[in-house]
């Protein structure tokens, strides 16, 4: 047991300014207030609390921290009340005793929706202070070093299942590593201890073949690290077994070595040496791919910095290095509790380590009931989601497999309509990236972007889904009712009318539409055809359309069509404005380009599909004039997006005319986004290629540096 002296003592180890009197108070008050009680090791009861208040002297807890650990049980287990410690210690102690107490009467039971609601009756208690939680951690601690004092199995069970549930992912949430793991392990000794006992044997077999190893490894690195001009201080530390068994879970590891269970930690002056060392020990040995992680310029969501890599070391000895400073060390060790120790009096409540809570209480106001909350937080309490970073350092959690786009809404909807690339880590990345625990985001974003449909493919919360579909539909109506308005006109025109508001009205109920901008929609998305329209206008036309109609050569239709550009035929519906991927589909036979001349076919309930005027596929819609409709492209505002062409070619078949061939493309700015050899021989082949361009006059170019390359044969633009 832990004398009163050297209780006192340790604390003023570091903190010379604490209130020695008040310590010796609580350390008496406490004492005598459990009097003969007794623990189920036969221990008197007041052990357990200054064995609590011990384990919070090793993080340099606050003396209010320290007294409230000493008195942590007497509310609940003797006579002595809040008032009581207010008076004797003042109300930050008597508040702090009072949450540690709220903690301990919550019981989570296996009743789902009960255990539910205790958790957040947990979460609100120690929220209020985080010193609270430390404390309840600190007594869970022991008593899960103790743990094998109670004789009743069941209980031991439960208290362990709780601990690896609740206590040890709290723990981790923090940042208190070293916390987290002993608890785990003290839980698992309990809960499994045929699986810990072999694989505490396995570590004693590895331990024995390796022992003079560790020392060899640590002073080799010491002196490679010396040559470069770094002092560092070199540990080596074995994982637990329970993380061992995790790992074999995951079937990652079989634990053939001992660097298998041995990590290497690195410690050094500042931020620079951790680059230098890093530097020192890539260059000194191989790297074992995909080990590699920068926590120090993207630190974890629970504030954890280092360095890791993976080097086959000193006698080709696979080694996971882990490399940070002294103060990174303290934080990794010690999380929450290394910023609220004597010295700061607390982390501000903007420190990473509370936003956490913050979220977690948001959750609990917003959750729609106890299940759904538990959903949120018990067991894997975060373990689907991900904690990403504005560069402003706010954070935004989300579902696991979240993109920058979910993450642009979950700043702000208005940042997510208008988002246009992401920079991930400082690298402009896809938007359809998916993010990872600890990317900082930086959205990009422009006034005239708008949500785009193909996000609807990637997106992963519900918030992002719900906007961008709202805004592709009414996207697609107004686009639908713009093209319809156009079809209208036109079909007026053809037979000698003009189009009138009015007359529209008149038929809304032979089309049972609500609204002319409706009727307007209909035909646009191609379910009204605007022969029906006119006809049901002027219904004497009937006969005469009929007649006139009835054959249409394709050579015909194919006249219709306007010759210039859109400012030259007036009539004629205009792409600009009409967002292709709507009401607009480029059709995949032709690869229309801007620049080319283009006709459009409607099709029912997918509106109008673009192909150019030689198309072959057109032959087939010959008989069907009402489908055919006349577009042109506006050439004064080509859009900035890159459009599809396709080639075919044929190549020579010798070494280097592929490289020649995509030298050529990309020099011209082309980017090849398919290529499919469609036929080979001795001599040649014949390939097809997508290539991204802006418009037709940029795929022009193109083909014509290809065919002065003489490697290629010929290249013809694809024709359906
Ligand atoms: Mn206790």
């Known amino acids: 047991m832990i004398r009163q002296f050297e209780l006192v003592e340790r604390v003023r180890s570091y903190d010379p300014t604490a209130n020695e009197d008040i310590l010796n108070r609580g350390y008496v008050f406490a004492m005598k207030a459990h009097g003969a009680q007794k623990r189920a090791s036969g221990d008197p009861y007041f052990s357990h609390p200054l064995e609590v208040a011990g384990i919070l002297t090793n993080y340099k807890l606050d003396a209010d921290t320290i007294i409230t650990a000493l008195l942590h049980d007497t509310i609940e287990d003797t006579d002595v009340t809040h008032a009581d410690i207010e008076e004797q210690f003042g109300p930050q102690v008597a508040r702090l005793v009072d949450g540690v107490t709220k903690l301990t009467r919550i019981e989570f039971q296996s009743d789902q929706a009960k255990q539910a609601e205790n958790f957040r009756k947990f979460v609100l208690a120690m929220s209020e202070d985080i010193r609270v939680l430390l404390v309840k951690l600190a007594d869970r601690l022991h008593n899960m070093r103790t743990l094998h004092f109670i004789k009743r199995p069941e209980k031991r069970h439960r208290i362990a299942i709780e601990t690896m549930d609740i206590y040890a992912p709290l723990a981790e949430r923090i940042g208190m590593q070293e916390m987290k793991q002993e608890l785990e392990d003290l839980a698992f000794a309990e809960i499994n201890p045929d699986a810990r006992q072999s694989i505490l044997k396995r570590l004693d077999f590895l331990r024995s073949k390796g022992e003079d190893l560790i020392d060899k490894i640590i002073a080799e690195m010491l002196g490679l690290l010396a040559d470069n001009g770094i002092s560092a201080e070199i540990s080596g530390r074995e994982k637990t077994p329970y993380s061992m068994w995790k790992k074999m879970q995951k079937n990652e590891v079989g634990f053939e070595q001992l660097s298998d269970i041995m990590a290497f930690r690195v410690i050094v002056d500042n931020v620079e040496d951790c680059y230098k060392t890093l530097g020192v020990a890539h260059s000194a040995y191989p790297v074992v791919p995909g080990r590699f992680k920068d926590y120090i310029s993207t630190s974890k969501p629970n504030g954890y910095q280092s360095l890791h890599t993976g080097v086959f070391g000193p006698e080709r000895h696979r080694i996971e290095l882990q490399i940070r400073t002294r103060e990174m060390h303290q934080v990794a060790e010690h999380g929450v509790a290394a910023h609220w120790n004597y010295k700061q009096g607390g982390p501000s409540a903007d ?85 990872r625990n600890g990317d900082q985001v930086e959205i990009v974003t422009s006034k005239a972007q708008t949500p785009s449909p193909t996000w609807e493919r990637f997106v992963v919360t519900g918030k992002a889904r719900a906007r961008i579909r709202r ?90 069509q306007p010759r210039g550009p859109a400012d030259l035929d007036p009539d004629a519906v205009s792409i600009k404005g009409l967002i292709p991927g709507m009401a607009m589909h480029m059709a995949g036979c032709c690869h229309p380009l801007p620049g080319d001349r283009i006709v459009g076919i409607v099709t029912t309930g997918r509106g109008v599909t673009v192909h150019t005027i030689d198309c072959e596929s057109l032959e087939s819609y010959a008989e069907e004039p009402d489908r055919w409709i006349d577009l042109s492209w506006d050439l004064k505002d080509v859009p900035a997006d890159l459009h599809v062409g396709r080639i075919t070619l044929s190549v020579l078949n010798a070494p280097g005319s592929l490289g020649d061939l995509s030298t050529v493309i990309a020099k011209n700015n082309g980017n090849i986004s398919n290529l499919k050899i469609t036929h080979r021989s001795t001599d040649f082949f014949d390939m097809l290629i997508d290539v991204e361009v802006h418009d037709v006059k940029h795929l022009t170019d193109i083909i014509a540096a290809l065919r002065a390359t003489p490697s290629i044969n010929s290249v013809e633009r694809a024709r359906g």
């Open 351 to 435: 420190g990473p380590q509370y936003r956490w809570l913050r979220e977690l209480l948001d959750i609990l106001e917003h959750a729609a009931g106890p299940e759904d909350f538990l959903e949120h937080t018990k067991l894997e309490m975060f373990q689907d989601q991900v904690f990403c970073f504005t560069p402003r350092g706010d954070l935004i959690n989300l579902p696991l497999g979240a993109t920058p786009v979910d993450f642009a809404y979950a700043v702000h909807s208005e940042v997510g309509d208008r988002c246009v690339g992401a920079k991930i880590n400082g690298r402009m990345m896809p938007l359809r990236t998916q993010l």
């Open 471 to 560: 805004f592709v539909r009414l996207q697609e109506r107004d686009e639908y009712e713009k093209l319809g308005r156009s079809i209208l006109a036109r079909a007026f025109k053809d037979e000698g009318y003009e189009i009138a508001e009015k007359a529209l009205k008149d038929v809304l109920t032979v089309f049972q539409q609500p609204t002319v901008a409706d009727l307007c929609a209909q035909v646009g998305a191609g379910h009204l055809t605007a022969r029906a329209v006119v006809e049901a206008v002027y219904p004497g036309l009937k006969s005469k359309l009929d007649k006139d109609r009835n054959v249409v050569s394709l050579a015909q239709a194919r006249k219709r």
